[in-house]
């Protein structure tokens, strides 16, 4: 298991009993993309100065590199033989049938990306929202197909806070009978992605910074707000 970095928050915004340490161990399947483009973009979003308009814009650049970094390794199938205008190739074509699973509000920035990578794909959304008082997932949207005929989904939500969300949206894919998933974030809570990856040690995690606190009311520090609500304008 790789020990990382999280990100530090100010000190002056934690109590003294919840000083968090610098490392932490990344469980076995937790990924962090720490290209350099993502962490500069990052470093963008999470800048209250900047408006709806250049978050929006800002996370789906980084949607195109979390794809980039979470397609790396997919398998490839023959198709069949084809011509270049110089000579005949054999073609080849991804093995497995995709979806995206954008989480509402939120995850819905990080569509467009995806798409622009995996072009087939089907987008499913699943509504669930935090309650701001119990911090507890409310589910409000799910329109799954009865069967589930996909190899591979990517579960959308730029945010793991305490991982309740998440920890929802995976068990309903996982009831529903989806049997591989990689959830993406940009930024996770270090409890945050501990309780998830403890919840559903089988999935692949992909995030770009695990940061080392969760406020009193559920926000993650230094985090970058609320994602929704920067996207949309609604705050
Ligand atoms: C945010 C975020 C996650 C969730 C994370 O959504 O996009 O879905 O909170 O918090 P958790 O890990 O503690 O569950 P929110 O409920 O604000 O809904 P929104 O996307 O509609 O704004
Ligand atoms: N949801 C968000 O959008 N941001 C947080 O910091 C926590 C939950």
């Not at 530090?8 to 610098?22: D, G, K």
């Not at 695990?210 to 970058?224: A, C, W």
Request: charged fraction near 20%; proline fraction near 6%; hydrophobic fraction near 45%.
């Amino acid at each position: 298991m790789a020990t990382v970095p999280s990100a530090v928050a100010s000190n002056a915004s934690l109590s003294p009993t919840r000083q968090p340490s610098n490392t932490f161990t990344l469980p076995p399947k937790v990924r962090i993309v720490s290209h350099p483009l993502a962490l500069h973009k990052l470093s963008i979003l999470r800048d209250k100065r900047v408006k709806s308009r250049q978050f929006r814009e800002v996370l789906d650049e980084m949607a195109l590199l979390l794809a980039m970094r979470s397609t790396q390794g997919l398998e490839v199938t023959t198709t069949q033989t084809l011509e270049s205008p110089i000579s005949t190739y054999q073609g080849v074509k991804l093995k497995d049938r995709i979806a995206v699973f954008p989480i509402l509000r939120a995850g819905q920035g990080l569509v467009d990306g995806f798409l622009q990578m995996l072009p087939t794909a089907r987008v499913l959304h699943l509504g669930l929202y935090r309650e701001k008082s119990t911090l507890l997932p409310v589910e409000y949207f799910n329109k799954l197909p009865s069967e589930c005929t996909i190899d591979l989904g990517y579960v959308l939500d730029p945010m793991i806070a305490t991982a309740g969300t998440a920890i929802a949206a995976v068990n309903i894919l996982k009831d529903w009978g989806l049997k591989r998933i990689k959830f993406i974030a940009i930024v996770a809570s270090r409890e945050g992605i501990e309780s998830l990856a403890k919840a559903h040690p089988d999935i692949d995690i992909y995030v770009v910074a695990v940061d080392n606190e969760l406020s009193k009311v559920g926000y993650i520090v230094p985090g970058l707000g609320d994602a929704g609500d920067r996207l949309y304008k609604t705050h």
